[in-house]
């Protein structure tokens, strides 16, 4: 079943957590991890799950500000099955002061509490800054 989404880039979050962490986790929890090099929701995509490829992603189409031209590209992912554990985000990244807020309230009652950063001009905050 695909799910059509319609809200716009607003009320969404975006959750960031260290790469290298996350496969230590997922490796320690025996759950399967990829990165995808385009959209995973596209009909076709290619995966990946060895780190010494992450220079496959086309990472000037990842921090591209204009991205029409490399729409899938930019769509790049890490995934875990089945979950993956709030301890592990290191930022809350939002568009707007009020999903900021909306974020803030939602982890009150957590022992967790990522930095909510808020960066408006992002339509996605994975920026590879964190690739070695």
């Known amino acids: 079943m695909r799910i059509e989404y319609q809200g716009g880039q607003d009320p969404i979050v975006h959750l960031e957590a260290d790469l ?19 959209n995973a929701g596209s009909y076709y995509f290619k995966d990946r799950c060895d ?4 220079d496959e992603i086309n990472w000037d ?40 807020s909306m974020a803030a309230e939602a982890m009150q009652a957590t022992d967790h509490q990522p930095a909510v950063a808020m960066l408006p001009g992002v339509a ?3 920026t590879g800054r964190r690739h070695r």
Request: with cysteine; charged share 30%; hydrophobic share 45%.
């Open 20 to 38: 290298h962490e996350s496969v230590e986790w997922a490796e320690q929890n025996e759950r399967r991890r990829a990165f995808i090099l385009s």
């Open 51 to 54: 780190l010494a490829q992450l």
């Open 61 to 100: 189409a990842v921090r591209a500000k204009y991205w029409n031209a490399c729409k899938e590209d930019k769509q790049a992912e890490f995934l875990v099955e089945t979950s993956f554990p709030w301890t592990l985000v290191r930022r809350v990244g939002v568009r707007n002061a009020a999903t900021r």
């Open 124 to 126: 996605l905050l994975m």
